[in-house]
């Protein structure tokens, strides 16, 4: 989707959009190296950082968070910057603010202890489990990681089933796999959270 028709798409869904109004979601996309990544930014921070398409983002968007969507560079461009310094292996954490309001109570609680996993190491389902106080919940807790709104700076990719099975991943294997060698954790036996 090129920028003129993500601006046709604000226009037309969003009845309150008014081009040169700044809203209240910012909404774009970043084009990198696992592909293109939808992102929303609220006033409390990146609320969408998403492998599915502009449509579909926008639209949860709309339904869970508000209305008044539009492009807004003054607070898109800083996360772009920050992911492109991160697959540039630049940048090693986000200070990017997350506002993880698209996500369930637990999902929180789950992707709330993946931003203390550090880059360049990785843990297990079983650990965050664990960790969270919910040892028997390694369904539970794959499924709020596969539902992460905020792929690559929430850092969901960092878990894996096994030090031999990377495991499930929201952009998909490649992507997942790309992600760890960025980091440098491919093949690194290391756990994230002791």
Do not use: W
């Amino acid at each position: 989707m090129s920028s003129g028709d993500l601006d046709a798409l604000l226009r037309v869904t969003s009845p309150t959009y008014v081009g040169k109004t700044q809203p209240d979601i910012a909404f774009g996309t970043f084009d990198g190296p696992v592909g293109r990544l939808t992102l929303a930014v609220t006033h409390r921070g990146v609320v969408a950082c998403s492998y599915e398409d502009e449509h579909s983002v926008f639209e949860r968007v709309c339904r869970e968070v508000g209305s008044f969507i539009g492009a807004d560079r003054r607070r898109l461009d800083p996360v772009r910057r920050e992911l492109d310094a991160y697959f540039s292996s630049r940048l090693r954490a986000f200070t990017t603010t997350v506002d993880l309001q698209l996500a369930t109570p637990f999902a929180r609680t789950v992707l709330q202890m993946m931003l203390a996993v550090p880059y360049g190491t990785v843990t297990t389902y079983r650990e965050i489990a664990e960790r969270i106080g919910r040892p028997r919940a390694l369904r539970a807790v794959g499924n709020a990681l596969g539902g992460n709104p905020i792929c690559v700076i929430v850092p969901c990719h960092r878990v894996v089933e096994s030090e031999a099975v990377l495991g499930g991943y929201a952009g998909g294997a490649v992507a997942k796999e790309r992600l760890l060698r960025v980091e440098g954790s491919i093949g690194r036996p290391s756990s994230g959270l002791s």
